[in-house]
């Protein structure tokens, strides 16, 4: 029984003596304690070293011929090189070690040392350097655009909602985002878990509109062999396999309510009980749900337990449909315009007066979802550098999909694709208007092959195709 | 492998050793004087590995009461070439009595050969190991001697039995 070796093994150390005995004593030393390990003779021959390859630690004598060990400290902090430097010291040197302190060493050894201070000052400077690898490549991603660059938006609105994920990415709290289909909601829980201290573990989304009561059930909790018919294996849930990441629980609104109480049981207790099972096993995780219903009218009406809505709805950001910020849809458009070129491998200019006045004037029902949706199909059936307003097909201009047959089976196929369209591709909404519950809804879909595909709605001979699956 | 004397060892703890081992001893060999470093009274442990190797054209482990150092750590328990053919240790700290405590001989048995397998484990290229309960955990101090339980944990020991083919080391 071992525990998994810890990120410091994959660590390397360079060791600087001009004496033999000392570097391959140091050498042998590092390396029996399972480092990667290299060794120079002298200070240039270490800067030659580092110039070849990084390391994240220096460990160097201080009294050396030619350079020694502090002018070699003061090229690396000079060439701003990553690696932490310890000096090694005679009790001579002492004062030389402490001028080393200020320039900027990690810190000095006095020879001979006891071997379990050797361990703990290099365990100290390398998982000091662990955190500042982890810093480096957050910055590194902030500067490169950053994780809220890639949310779009110049509105009010939107500026808020960057602000909200900012501050609430610090903190631990459960959130709740809503907004209607299409908002972006998926985009901002992804934002938040990537901006916060727990992006080092999974991110694991949870459909709960996809997935039946039992079903359901399992994904989150897990569950053991035989607790159903079909659970052949034992199995961890989601909130397992988060191990120390974030839960994206999407369309919340769908879970019933006997899965409403377990779940609050979970966010309260912190374990969870496979079904089938028992045994409470401890889970840490960070909650962030979705919703495009009214989670309030819903406590009201007594569809969602009010406990569970308080605990959900500590950080609440709203995402506001697109028509009520129509300062986004032109930076929207373009942004998908740049997107989906680069992924054709074509160039477009950008679009004319007439067709951005389009695209401002429509309602956008399916906000962001629907507007990229636009853009792509538009950037797949026009032939010129410019996109036009001809190019551009909105919804209520869209030809519906003639009958291209008269079984029950495909006017029942057609009467869905027709409803799906009309909502959007809002599942709860269309499946309340057709009369079936959500998981009907999601089977028939699968069943008929139905997709929201860009190419089936550029035009209507495609339309046609693919209605006939 | 053969184990070797280095300087005045008592016979019946080689004996044991070789034992339990299952190691042949060799006949003992003499700490150079150039090994020793009169201001700590201790014996550079480098130097005794060349020495050894010198002396022994195969795998050799040798086994010393006398108190070992490397230039820049206070002492050492042992030292041995990651992946090579020689390696050292000493139970001079192994001693209950280095502590000012009752002796105690089967302690000290019990310490030796956890040395004994540390070492061969460096010698067939095991690094330290994270699981203080395996043999191959670092041994920088006694405390962590009698921590292990005297074997190896799983992955080392797979590694070890690979190692171990391909080297022709057997382990003791
Ligand atoms: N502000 C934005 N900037 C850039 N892309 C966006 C923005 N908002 C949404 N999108 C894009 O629109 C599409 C839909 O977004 P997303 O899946 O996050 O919406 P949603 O609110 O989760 O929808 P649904 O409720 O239907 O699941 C995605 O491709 C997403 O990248
Ligand atoms: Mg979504
Ligand atoms: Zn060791
Ligand atoms: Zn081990």
Redesign the pocket.
């Known amino acids: 029984m071992s525990e998994p070796s810890g990120p410091l093994d994959r660590f390397s150390i360079l060791v600087v003596d001009d004496e033999a005995v000392v570097r391959d004593s140091l050498q042998e030393w590092f390396s029996q304690e399972g480092y990667q390990v290299e060794a120079a003779a002298s200070a240039p021959e270490a800067l030659t070293a580092l110039a070849k390859s990084e390391f994240d630690l220096v460990i160097a004598d201080i009294r050396m011929p030619g350079m020694d060990g502090v002018e070699l400290l003061e090229k690396i902090q000079a060439e701003k090189l990553e690696a932490a430097v310890i000096l090694i010291t005679g009790y001579a040197s002492v004062e030389s070690a402490v001028r080393a302190l200020k320039l900027g060493a990690f810190d000095y050894l006095t020879k001979p040392f006891d071997p379990d201070d050797l361990s703990a000052v290099v365990r100290n400077a390398l998982e000091r350097q662990l955190l500042r690898r982890e810093n480096r490549q957050l910055r590194d991603q902030l500067a490169s655009g950053g994780v809220l660059s ?4 110049v509105s009010e609105a ?1 500026r808020k909602v960057k602000e909200q994920i900012e501050m609430v990415a610090a903190v631990d709290s459960t959130v709740l ?1 809503e ?11 992804r934002a938040i878990h990537r901006l916060s201290p727990r992006r080092f573990h999974p991110l694991v989304v949870v459909h709960c509109g996809a997935l039946t009561e039992t079903l359901i059930e399992s994904e989150l909790f897990g569950h053991e062999k035989g607790a159903f018919t079909g659970a052949q294996h034992r199995r961890k849930g989601k909130f397992e396999a988060a191990m120390g990441g974030t839960v994206f629980l ?2 919340i609104a769908d879970i019933s309510l006997k899965t409403q109480t377990d779940l609050l049981r979970v966010l309260q207790e912190r374990e969870v009980v496979r079904v089938g099972g028992t045994q409470a096993i401890p889970v840490d995780f960070r909650v962030i749900a ?1 919703t ?1 219903r009214n989670l309030e009218q819903m406590v009201k009406e007594g569809l969602f337990r009010a406990d569970l809505y308080y605990r959900l709805h500590v950080f609440r950001i709203y ?1 506001p449909a697109l028509r009520e910020r129509p300062s ?1 849809v032109p930076v ?1 458009a373009t ?2 315009l740049e997107k989906y070129s680069r992924k054709m491998g074509r160039h477009f200019h950008g679009f004319q007066r007439a067709a951005l006045d389009k695209l401002s004037s429509h309602a956008w029902p399916g ?3 629907e ?2 949706n636009c853009i792509e199909r538009a950037l797949v059936v026009s032939s010129e550098p410019v996109i036009r307003a001809e190019d551009l097909v909105l919804g209520e201009g869209r030809a519906l999909a003639p009958l291209s047959g008269y079984s029950l089976e495909c006017v029942e196929k057609n009467h869905i694709l027709r409803v799906l369209e009309e909502f ?3 599942q709860t909404q269309a499946a309340k208007a057709l009369g079936i519950d959500r998981v009907t809804l999601y089977h028939k879909i699968k069943r008929y092959e139905l997709k929201q595909s860009a190419k089936a709605l550029s035009s209507p001979e495609a339309a046609v195709k693919g209605t006939r699956g | 492998m053969i184990l070797v004397p280095v300087g005045e060892f008592p016979a019946q703890l080689l004996a044991e050793l070789s034992r339990r081992s299952g190691l042949a001893s060799g006949p003992g060999i003499d700490a150079p004087q150039s090994a020793y470093h009169a201001r700590r009274n201790q014996y550079d442990s480098t130097q005794l590995l060349c020495r050894l190797k010198q002396f022994q054209p195969g795998a050799v482990m040798g086994v010393t009461q006398l108190d070992l150092f490397i230039p820049v750590l206070r002492y050492v328990f042992g030292e041995a070439e990651m992946g090579g053919r020689a390696a050292i240790f000493s139970v001079c700290r192994l001693r209950e009595e280095f502590y000012g405590l009752p002796p105690n001989p089967a302690l000290l048995i019990e310490r030796a050969m956890r040395e004994l397998w540390h070492e061969t484990g460096h010698l067939l290229g095991l690094a330290h190991c994270r699981d203080p309960l395996c043999v191959m955990s670092s041994s920088h101090a006694v405390e962590q001697v009698d921590t292990k339980n005297g074997s190896l944990c799983r992955d080392c020991q797979c590694r070890a039995n690979v190692l171990s083919e391909e080297r022709g080391i057997a382990l003791p």
């Open positions: 890639e949310i779009i938006g939107m985002v907004g209607r289909s299409g908002t972006g909601k998926e985009l901002v829980a999407d369309e979705a495009n995402l986004d929207l942004h998908f906000n962001v979802r507007l990229e959007s591709w809002n």
